[in-house]
């Protein structure tokens, strides 16, 4: 009796070469975009400056991981055995900026 399993997997594009070049573009962009809004939000200091740069931290890492580490051509359970622990990661940053900034802001009022 034979068993064959069935592995679901993304092939990868016969223009990687393009893809890259494509994801490059897109990265320069975002650092292009991080770095003036760091300049332009310098003198603030508020919680949004925060997420504004976390939330193009990860739009840049997706491309990073998706792309170059080739992660978009896995299979689903390993992408998510990867990406799940990651989330948990950056949700309990996010948790730790939110108990920092309520800290800030009781020590300002004492």
Same mark, same amino acid.
């Given at each position: 009796? @034979?068993?064959? @399993?069935?592995?679901?997997?993304?092939?990868?594009?016969? $223009?990687?070469?393009?893809? &890259?070049?494509k994801t490059f573009w897109i990265?320069? +962009?975002?650092?292009?975009? $991080? !770095?003036?809004?760091? %300049? &332009?939000?310098?003198?603030?200091?508020?919680?949004?400056?925060?997420?504004?740069? !976390? &939330?193009?931290? !990860?739009?840049?890492?997706?491309? &990073?991981?998706? !792309?170059?580490?080739?992660?978009? %051509?896995?299979?689903?359970?390993?992408?998510?055995?990867?990406?799940?622990?990651? +989330?948990?990661?950056?949700?309990?940053? +996010?948790?730790?900026?939110? @108990?920092? $900034?309520?800290?800030?802001l009781l020590r300002w009022i004492?």
């Amino acid at each position: 009796m @034979e068993h064959t @399993e069935h592995l679901e997997h993304t092939e990868t594009p016969k $223009d990687m070469k393009s893809q &890259i070049w494509k994801t490059f573009w897109i990265l320069f +962009a975002f650092t292009i975009v $991080d !770095i003036v809004l760091y %300049f &332009i939000l310098l003198p603030y200091q508020n919680m949004m400056k925060n997420w504004v740069f !976390i &939330i193009l931290g !990860i739009v840049k890492a997706y491309y &990073i991981v998706g !792309i170059f580490m080739h992660m978009k %051509f896995e299979r689903k359970s390993l992408m998510y055995m990867i990406v799940l622990p990651m +989330a948990f990661v950056v949700f309990l940053v +996010a948790l730790m900026l939110n @108990e920092g $900034d309520f800290t800030n802001l009781l020590r300002w009022i004492k």
